[in-house]
T-cell receptor
């Protein structure tokens, strides 16, 4: 089983749509969770951290369910500029593993007019 | 601040050649990382460093070496390049554990 698994995608949605991405992780001791965004042929950049209480940043809402080891990202009112690959990222915990991130394979989102 | 810089941007190597991918950061981050990303795949950690003089293997270290003599620089060395090392290589840094990692623009390497 992969350490971090994401929806295979790709997602192709019209402008204004709401789209949700899901992610599961296998290490129950994982400590920190993130969504990164990667534009085509560019480097990943942090979109938002994910907290157990859920958190929102404008049109983006992230949720974490530690019991189910499940992370989600909801994008409301999609814009053309949201087209990118979204990476679910988990930070391992313990010993020499601090600071190391494990990336999911990414989900491609294309928003069309 | 330039953030994380990488050179070169592109490189084509012949099988068996060697090269060093350069990475520098000007944010005084203790933690630095090297990843590779194959098409349609997530990033895989090659090596990481928690400070000058300290390095450790990641998930896919075979065929690579690193050094960290200063806080700013974290070069990645490829010895005896193989076609399986064709990939995009990203260097990253962070200021603390489990925090945001800042990535360089990447080096696209092709081994023929």
């Amino acid at each position: 089983r992969k350490e971090v698994e994401q929806d295979p995608g790709p997602f192709n949605v019209p402008e204004g749509a709401t789209v949700a991405f899901n992610c599961t992780y296998s290490n129950s001791a994982s400590q920190s969770f993130f969504w990164y965004r990667q534009d085509c042929r560019k480097e990943p950049k942090l979109l938002m951290s994910v907290y157990s209480s859920g958190n929102e940043d404008g049109r983006f809402t992230a949720q974490l369910n530690r019991a189910s080891q499940y992370i989600s990202l909801l994008i409301r009112d999609s814009k053309l500029s949201d087209s990118a690959t979204y990476l679910c990222v988990v930070s391992s915990a313990g010993g020499t593993s601090y600071g190391k991130l494990t990336f999911g394979q990414g989900t491609i989102l294309t928003v069309h007019p | 601040n330039a953030g994380v810089t990488q050179t070169p941007k592109f490189r084509i190597l012949k099988i068996g050649q060697s090269m060093t991918l350069q990475c520098a950061q000007d944010m005084n981050h203790n933690y630095m990382y090297w990843y590779r990303q194959d098409p349609g795949m997530g990033l895989k950690l090659i090596y990481y460093s928690v400070g000058a003089g300290i390095t450790d293997k990641g998930e896919v270290p075979n065929g690579y070496n690193v050094s960290r003599s200063t806080t700013e620089y974290f070069p990645l060395r490829l010895e005896l390049a193989a076609p399986s090392q064709t990939s995009v290589y990203f260097c990253a840094s962070s200021s603390r554990t489990s925090g945001e990692q800042f990535f360089g623009p990447g080096t696209r390497l092709t081994v023929l």
